[in-house]
């Protein structure tokens, strides 16, 4: 394979490794920054739930004795229409139990461990996660005056609702990257065509070179050769074989005269 | 001969250094335009969801008061609205203001930092808003965007509540992607170098060099030998025209001599034959028969590349280990958070001081092209383990095995240079490697720290894991088992004993080797990482500083090796570089920022070059006045060992050293202790000198 396609092909390929990187973290950073805002601003949705609730606990009175509670979180689903579900747990031995909730499901159990480790692991009381049957839930954990996570306020919202508003951005992103890669392909084939040509044309004279020494011809042109070591060395090997083939041909003259000086039948000593 | 080929070389990296600088500036306009791009879809969908969010926060607001209009009370009546306002704008930190202008726009409430000269853009807003059905649009004044909200009373506007985001917030989420864009960049111009190099060095230079090589024997009337061809590259392939010309000039004489040997003496020309033939023989220098072959000159730089690949994806997780086996100290019973921490680099370090005989019987047995295959693929091994859980046993059984191939390939690296570098070729591979490893940190970790960012721990082990795989494909290409030198002399126990009783050396191991190491292991692969988290930095930004610590590395890399030159065998440059490194340390602890954990990771990559190149002078120095009782190479092991032992301590120490005290606190301790050995190295060489000149007199 010729030098300039192979350079060709290493920045070529580092190109469109680099160039998908980027593009995939432009898309990633998008997406995340759009999902974060949306539930951001889902958790203003409960925010003021939260202050409600929040305060109650630190008056001592248990959840699960408040009155219209129910009729609170179905208003706040009304009032925005991505919201799929609000529920409310209490936190007890390591599991979330349903206090109230804006429709009868029951939550999935892989949903309630996964719920669990997200309150346990987040620094502070809001936190996320995208589950595979397509929700994504935000949650907002309440804590009780000790500092204790004692209930949490959950949300639930599709997550293709996210993906759908940036679907027809994220085409155009990846279309802008498939011409940007064919942009890199052909600028790295150029790149390599023009950093290789003297290269190129010093492997072409040394060919013609050999060709023509083993055509036994007299004259080379080695002026195409940039790299004096190169020049210089080939030019010497040049003549030094040519001298050698001077001298064996003079061999091989008087082995020839030889022969012909020898009677008819064997050459014996 | 060699002066011309590294100038050789050195115009292939200019011209290496010509395309790389091409490509860069391709990718980076082809960036560019990416880029400008996602800005103007991530302003759109950042002030599409920061307006939903602000409305959100806004209704809350519109609510309360238009529950105080349904009572009776009129807008301007309202009590409190002003520190509502501000309560309310604590709570977002999007929003720069809060504004509550009546039906006309006249601002009846305002948070502070509200400019005067806005109260004419809510003027004309209030003019151009007719009815509660109109559309309720953003729109931009000065540098914010302004977000109105309608407060009705029935079917009719009462007044307007305009929510402001400064476009900065827009702008500082933008930006953060900017840095990770250079990060890639800068990652795919190193990584491009690299295999560029690797290519011109194995499909051109050293094909040239063997060609040139071929040719300057022939030149010099030498027919008696011929290259031997490895690679089927176009270069190699000219050489194999030379070796067809030699081969058969060579045929060609030994047919005619087989003739004149059967000429019969009385022939007239038999004796002018003889003649001939004897003048040929005269004048050039031919093969017994078949020419004899010569083994390509082995390619040292090959192992710039795997050096690379490998430390590469090493660099790629160092900075963040210690937070990933932080999360499990809950499972541990025995350690606390930081020792948790530090066992991954601890069992690292463990296995990889185990494991070094292990290559040097492994490679004596199977060759190095095979000890390569086995170190790499150990390697990849240890990453792949990671994938099959999350518990802590699973990293350090991960971290085991990756330490055995790191071991192994190490150490089967040092024996192929032994086995076939000249002496001058020997230092630049010092050189060599230590470049691969600046080289390697420059771009990996912040890749690394991009990655985890981004994908998760996990998934950046796939990343160091192709690396890995990489290098065995290269290995498999390009790395074959050649004709061996002499092996040098073993280190066995008794010679081990005897090379600690001598002065010299053992203040060498104690008071430097020993505590660098330690500090390598402790500082790169354990404190700073942690250090730069506990500073608020997220893992793009540790990955991006210990960037710094690769920058500093590859730029003293080239300079170290001759400044020791100059300096033959002072013992001054080590103990300096290891003062610099001891203060520099100690200073954090009056400045405990970012910044200055740059300076101490830039300081001490110069300082670690520099000790590094004069350590192993002076113990070839050494070495050399004792050369009757062991090689250089015995010295330079026995040093090798204690270094290990120092880098399997210094997390452990570390990590009990920061169980008791603050991040700042520890390196002042560590730097102090530095310096405190330092000095004692320093008395010693005093002591020494003066005995010396004692002697003399």
């Known amino acids: 394979m010729k030098i300039n396609i192979r350079i060709l092909i290493i920045l070529s390929t580092i190109s469109v490794l680099t160039i998908c990187l980027l593009t995939s973290l432009m898309h990633f950073r998008y997406h995340l920054t759009r999902t974060n805002l949306v539930n951001e601003r889902l958790n203003v949705s409960i925010d003021g739930l939260n202050r409600t609730l929040t305060n109650n606990i630190k008056l001592g009175i248990a959840l699960q004795s408040l009155q219209n509670v129910e009729g609170i979180i179905k208003h706040i689903k009304e009032q925005d229409k991505i919201i799929e579900r609000i529920e409310i747990f209490k936190i007890e031995e390591g599991k979330l139990n349903t206090l109230f909730q804006t429709d009868k499901e029951t ?132 003549t030094s074989v040519l001298s050698a083939r001077q001298s064996l041909k003079g061999i091989e003259t008087l082995l020839i005269s030889a022969d012909k000086n020898t009677p008819s039948g064997k050459n014996k000593k | 001969m ?82 509502y306002l501000q309560n309310k704008l604590k709570q977002a930190k999007e929003i720069s203001y809060l504004v509550l202008t009546d039906e006309k726009g006249n601002i009846l409430s305002k ?8 109260t004419g853009s809510f003027k004309r807003f209030a003019q151009s808003t007719v009815s509660i059905n109109d559309k309720m649009e953003p729109f931009q004044i000065y540098s914010d965007y302004n977000i109105p909200l309608c407060i009705n009373e029935g079917n009719h506007i009462v007044g307007f509540l305009h ?66 061809i490895t690679m089927r590259d176009t270069i190699s392939l000219m050489s194999e025209r ?50 004899e072959t010569v083994p390509p000159l082995p390619i040292i730089t090959n192992l710039r590349l795997l050096g690379f690949l490998i430390i590469f994806s090493e660099a790629v997780l160092i900075p963040l280990l210690p937070s990933y086996a932080a999360q499990f100290y809950e499972t541990t019973f025995y350690f606390s958070k930081q020792v948790t921490s530090s066992l991954p680099v601890t069992f690292f370090m463990i296995f990889a001081l185990l494991s070094i005989p292990l290559s040097s019987v492994i490679s004596n047995r199977i060759g190095f092209r095979k000890t390569f295959f086995v170190g790499y693929g150990l390697i990849a091994l240890g990453y792949m383990l ?74 950046t082990f796939l990343l160091a ?122 200073m954090d602890r009056f400045f405990q920022s970012t910044e200055s954990v740059l300076i101490g990771l830039a300081v001490y990559a110069i300082g670690s070059v520099v000790h590094v190149s004069a350590m192993m002078a002076l113990l070839e120095s050494w070495g050399t006045r004792h050369q009757d009782q062991y090689t250089k190479s015995t010295v330079l092991n026995f040093y090798f060992i204690f270094e290990r032992i120092g880098m399997i301590c210094g997390p452990i120490i570390t990590s009990i050293l920061l169980a008791k005290s603050s991040y700042s606190q520890t390196l002042f301790i560590m730097g102090l202790s530095i310096l405190i050995l330092n000095a004692l190295y320093a008395l010693y060489h005093v002591f020494k000198s003066k005995k010396l000149q004692r002697t003399i007199r």
């Open chain 2, 163 to 228: 929510v402001g985001i400064s476009s900065k917030l827009i702008q500082n989420n933008i930006s953060s992607v900017f840095y990770d864009i250079l990060v890639i960049l800068l990652a795919s111009l190193v990584i491009g170098y690299e295999f560029l190099n690797y290519f011109f060095m194995n499909a051109i230079v050293h094909p040239l060099r063997n060609l040139v090589r071929g040719l300057q024997s022939t030149s010099l009337r030498d027919f008696s030998s011929i290259n031997q």
């Open chain 2, 386 to 459: 990671v994938f099959m859980g999350d518990s802590l046993l699973l990293l350090l059984v991960s971290r085991s095995v990756t330490a055995v191939g790191f071991s192994v390939s190490y150490i089967c690296f040092q024996n192929y240079v032994s086995a076939y570098a000249t002496d001058e070729e020997k230092l630049r591979s010092y050189a060599i490697f230590s470049v691969a490893i600046g080289s390697a940190y420059i771009c990996g970790a912040p890749l690394g720290g991009l990655l985890v960012d981004n994908i998760g721990l996990k998934y």
């Open chain 2, 111 to 118: 948070t502070d930092d509200v400019r005067d000269s806005l």
């Open chain 1, 107 to 238: 939550i999935q159990d892989n949903i309630n461990t996964l719920a669990m480790q997200k309150i346990k692991g987040s620094k502070g009381i809001n936190w996320f996660f995208s589950s595979e049957n397509g929700l994504t839930y935000v949650g907002l954990t309440l804590r009780d005056p000790t500092g204790l996570d004692r209930n949490a306020i959950m949300l639930s919202y599709k997550t293709s609702f996210v993906k759908a508003q940036e679907h027809e951005e994220v085409m155009s992103l990846y279309k802008r990257m498939l011409f940007g890669i064919l942009a890199s392909i052909i600028a790295s084939f150029f790149i390599a065509r023009r950093s290789t040509k003297n290269i190129a044309q010093m492997l072409d004279v040394i060919t013609t070179s050999f060709d023509k020494l083993e055509r036994n011809e007299k004259k080379f042109d080695l002026s195409g050769i940039q790299d004096p070591i190169v020049r210089g060395n080939l030019r010497a090997m040049i």
């Open chain 2, 465 to 586: 894991t192709l690396a890995a795989i990489a290098a065995i494909l290269i290995t498999n290409k390009y790395i074959f088992d050649l004709k061996r030198k002499e092996t040098d002399e073993k280190l066995v126990p008794g010679k081990a004993w005897y090379l600690f009783k001598q002065p010299e050396i053992a203040i060498s191991v104690i008071c430097s080797g020993l505590p660098m190491r330690l500090l390598h292991a402790s500082l790169i692969c354990f404190l700073y990482p942690l250090y730069l988290q506990h500073l608020g930095n997220s893992q793009s930004a540790v990955g991006r500083s210990m960037m710094v610590f690769g920058i500093s590395m590859f730029i003293i890399s080239p300079f170290a090796p001759r400044l020791v030159d100059k300096l033959s065998g002072s013992p001054w440059i080590v103990i300096i570089s290891s003062f610099l490194m001891g203060s520099v340390m100690m």
């Open chain 2, 242 to 291: 030379i070796n067809q010309v030699i081969i058969n000039l060579n045929t060609s004489l030994l047919s005619f001599k087989k003739r004149q040997d059967n000429l019969s003496s009385h022939n007239l020309y038999v004796d002018l034959v003889a003649e001939k033939t004897k003048e040929t023989d005269v004048n050039f220098k031919w093969a017994n028969g078949i020419p």
């Open chain 2, 2 to 83: 060699e002066q011309k080929n590294s100038s050789q070389e050195q115009n292939y990296q200019s011209t290496i250094f010509g395309i790389i600088l091409l490509f860069v500036v391709v990718n980076l306009a082809i960036s560019s335009v990416l880029y400008m791009y996602h800005v103007n879809a991530q302003k759109a969908a950042l002030l599409t969801e920061i307006s939903n969010k602000s409305r959100a926060i806004g209704s809350s607001i519109e609510d309360l008061i238009e529950h105080s209009i349904e009572l009776g009370i009129p807008l301007e009546n309202i009590q409190g609205k002003k520190s």
